[in-house]
């Protein structure tokens, strides 16, 4: 996978703030990644103005030739990554409900839409834990759906957005 790629629909996602843009740009330079605004974006601090700091990564994004993932694109990575930290024991459901939201899938490939159907059928922490402490049957039904939507997912070649790379 593109590390460029995965830093850009991380960030559009929320999982990598604007005041984590210039170490991880650094990182992407230690990595041999190269371009002027990811220079000038490993250069700033996490205090500079987010709007300078999400301009530098646009501009990085268009210099290194890689695609800035639209909503709909980077929700869709968001639920492959949340399904392969399930499948790979990195998250619980509960863990992975907490990091998915209601509209998520919208664009979403059927399988993509099933996990996150799945995910967030119970509506939020706060209904999972009275359904964890109410009727911990229920709930582990719903950690094993949450489990084998994620698995049926992560098996899920076709049209897997994470698997996105430049051509060099």
Same mark, same amino acid.
């Given at each position: ?12 996602? &929320? ?15 230690? $990595? &041999?990644?190269? *371009? ?6 490993? &250069? ?60 998520? &899938? ?48 992560? $098996?899920?070649? *076709? ?5 996105? *790379?430049?051509?060099?």
């Amino acid at each position: 996978m593109d590390a460029v790629f995965t830093l850009a629909w991380q960030h559009a996602v &929320g999982l990598v703030f604007p005041e984590d843009l210039p170490m991880a740009a650094a990182e992407l330079l230690a $990595a &041999g990644e190269d *371009s002027s605004a990811l220079c000038d974006l490993a &250069g700033r601090g996490r205090g500079e103005p987010t709007a300078e700091l999400d301009q530098l990564l646009r501009e990085a994004l268009a210099e290194l030739d890689v695609p800035r993932p639209d909503s709909g694109l980077a929700e869709r990575c968001l639920l492959r990554h949340l399904a392969a930290g399930v499948v790979a024991g990195e998250l619980t459901a509960k863990e992975a409900a907490g990091r998915a939201w209601l509209g998520m &899938g919208e664009t979403a490939t059927d399988v993509e839409w099933q996990f996150a159907e799945a995910v967030l059928r119970n509506c939020c922490s706060s209904c999972l834990l009275e359904l964890e402490t109410d009727n911990a049957e229920a709930y582990r039904a719903w950690e094993q759906e949450v489990s084998a939507a994620a698995a049926t997912l992560a $098996a899920a070649a *076709s049209d897997n957005p994470l698997r996105w *790379s430049r051509r060099r």
